[in-house]
C-alpha cells in the first residue's frame, strides 16, 4: 500500500467517525450528550499516545504537582476535550443572554462599548472551557466578528466542523498569510476579530509562558499596533457540565514605545501572562496537548 493511499484511507476513516459521532452526539439532549461525549474521552484519551504529551507538558509548567494530581488534570482535559466535541453538535441550543440560561456573561458592557464604536476591535482567548462561546457572545451581542482558526487536517473533517459552527456566525478564516488579509481588511472595516493566542507556532516570538520560552504569535500585537486598536481579553470558563461563564475584561494597555519590534515583543508578554493566569486557575479546563515548548 502506498503512502498517499494509506493517507487516503486513513483520512476517510477519521472522517466517517467524525460525522457518525456527530450524529450520535445531535440525537441526545444537549446534557447528555456533553456529559456522555467526558465520560468516554476520559476513559479513552489518558490511554493514547498523546496523552503523554499532556503529562510533560504539566510537569513543566506546574512541577509543585504530585503524579496523582497531574493524572488527575489530563483525565479532567480530555472529559473537557470529550464534552466540547460533544457541545458541537449543539451549538444553536446555547443563548448567551437568555435568563437563567447555559452562559453567564460578565463584562457585557465592554462588549457593548466595542459594538457602538466605529472602531474595530481584537478579542483573544484560549483552548479553555468550551472557545466556541466566546464567538456565541460576541455574535448574539450584535457585533460583525471575524475569527481566525487553525484549519483541520482532514478536508472533510473541517468541512464538518464548519457545518457544526453555522449556528455561531461570523466570518471564518484559516490562519495564515489569507488569515491575516482578512483580518486587516476586517479591521479597516470596523469589523472585529477573534483569535485564539496559545498554540504552538514553528516561527514566531519567542515569549516566556510558565516560566519557559514558548513561540508564540504576533499577529495579535502586529494587528493592534497596525490599527491602533482595542484588545479585550475573553476567557471561557466550564462551570458544570454545559454551562459556562464568559468574562469579557477591558481593553488592555498597549506599549507604544515607537520600537514597534519592542512593544510587540512587550505586548505578547502580557498576553501570555493572561492566559498563564487563566490557565494556572483551571488547568483541566486547558488543551495540554498541544507542542507549546521545546523539548
Known sequence: MTKSLFTTLRRAGEASLAWLAYGLFR?????????????????????????????????????????????????????????????????DKFRCYEPNGRVE???????????????????????LGNWEILTLGATQRGLALVQIYRAANNAAVNRLMARARRPVGGALHPKGHRGAREATAALGRGEHVAMLVDQKLGEGISVPFFGRPAMTARALATLALRHHCPVLPARVERLRGATFRLTIYPPMTI??????????????????????????ERPEQWLWLHRRWPE
Open 27 to 91: 440525537a441526545l439532549p444537549v446534557d447528555a450528550a456533553s456529559a456522555f461525549g467526558g465520560w468516554l474521552a476520559s476513559v479513552v484519551g489518558p490511554r493514547l499516545p498523546v496523552s503523554r504529551r499532556a503529562h510533560r507538558n504539566l510537569e513543566l509548567a506546574l512541577p509543585e504537582r504530585s503524579a496523582g494530581e497531574i493524572y488527575g488534570l489530563v483525565r479532567g482535559m480530555w472529559a473537557n476535550l470529550g464534552r466540547v466535541t460533544a457541545e458541537y453538535a449543539h451549538l
Open 105 to 127: 456573561v460578565v463584562g457585557i458592557e465592554h462588549l457593548d462599548a466595542v459594538r457602538d464604536s466605529e472602531t474595530g476591535a481584537l478579542f483573544f482567548s484560549a483552548h
Open 255 to 280: 506599549p507604544d514605545s515607537g520600537d514597534r519590534k519592542a512593544d510587540a515583543l512587550a505586548f505578547m508578554v502580557s498576553v501570555n501572562a493572561v492566559v498563564e493566569g487563566w490557565v494556572r
